[in-house]
């Protein structure tokens, strides 16, 4: 997230912005510039945005303004009610409440969404706190902070366990639904571990077995695993063309699965569902 988001918008606020209230760590579009920007100067500033109607983000805040004062002064904590606030929420882009964003050198450094157990709370907080030490009073700006839930995902991948790195996304997706970067490293997973158990030869098994669908869906996966994603779009497209049924909806299934491997804006991506289209209609 560091420096994805820009926060200058908010050293002005707007005419007649006041304080929101709500004790000693509320902040507002009145003395966010003070109280956030200038202060992550010094040291990182955890940013929650909360709403008074979810009792989980309430709690997350109390959580948080306990654990402030725990800190002993490695970090400073602001608490932002969402609703009178909007244009801080809009700034960090926020999508859910409560949202949780580490702010350090006047940068996003951190964040993550949801209401979280305190354990998981701790263990990220000590992270920003490390990855900020020494950094600021004007020094070298940290680097982004790795959200420690991914950061075991890789390590379950790193020592081959698949499912243990499968799991762990799963549980970040039924934590946080919107989570789109665990959903993304979640279907790449799926992705490798199908294609990776298919024999090199099923291309040439497809090719000599056109009316083979299940050979063709497996050739389609072997062509993506080899960067060849235009040839196992058009594998694929050309199933759907001369089957019905059962079988057509097998190959339009597997097709949108690898269209979501990639950014909807490739042109090859584009193309090919262009292609979809011309061959359902």
């Known amino acids: ?84 606030n909007m244009r801080i929420a809009q700034a960090f882009g926020v999508k859910g409440i409560p ?50 839930r991914f950061t075991a995902a890789e390590a379950a991948l790193e020592r081959g366990d698949i499912a243990g790195a499968e799991a762990a996304y799963e549980a970040i997706i039924a934590a946080e639904p919107g989570n789109e970067e665990a959903k993304s490293a979640l279907r790449q997973l799926r992705f490798l571990s199908r294609a990776q158990a298919i024999s090199d030869s099923a291309i040439a098994t497809a090719d000599a077995d056109p009316a083979n669908v299940d050979a063709a869906l497996d050739a389609a996966d072997v062509e993506m695993l080899s960067q060849q994603p235009e040839a196992s779009f058009d594998r694929l497209i050309a199933v759907i063309k001369k089957t019905a049924g059962d079988d057509r909806t097998r190959a339009r299934t597997r097709l949108l699965e690898l269209f979501e491997l990639f950014d909807p804006a490739e042109p090859f991506v584009i193309a090919a569902r262009r292609k979809l289209a011309a061959a359902l209609y």
């Open 99 to 148: 949202t949780v964003i580490a702010v350090a050198g006047g940068r996003p450094l951190a964040d993550f969404e949801g209401a979280q157990p305190e354990p998981q709370v701790r263990q990220w907080l000590s992270a920003v706190v490390e990855a900020v030490g020494g950094q600021l009073e004007g020094g070298e700006q940290p680097q982004a902070v790795e959200d420690p």
């Open 1 to 84: 997230m560091s420096g994805a988001v820009d926060l200058s918008s908010l050293k002005q606020p707007p005419a007649g912005a006041s304080g929101a209230g709500g004790g000693d760590y509320a902040v507002s579009e009145a003395d966010f510039e003070t109280k956030v920007l200038r202060r992550s100067t010094q040291v990182p500033v955890v940013v929650a945005l909360y709403s008074q109607r979810s009792p989980g983000s309430v709690e997350l805040v109390r959580t948080l303004e306990r654990l402030v004062q725990e800190g002993a002064g490695a970090w400073d904590l602001a608490t932002v009610e969402a609703e009178a």
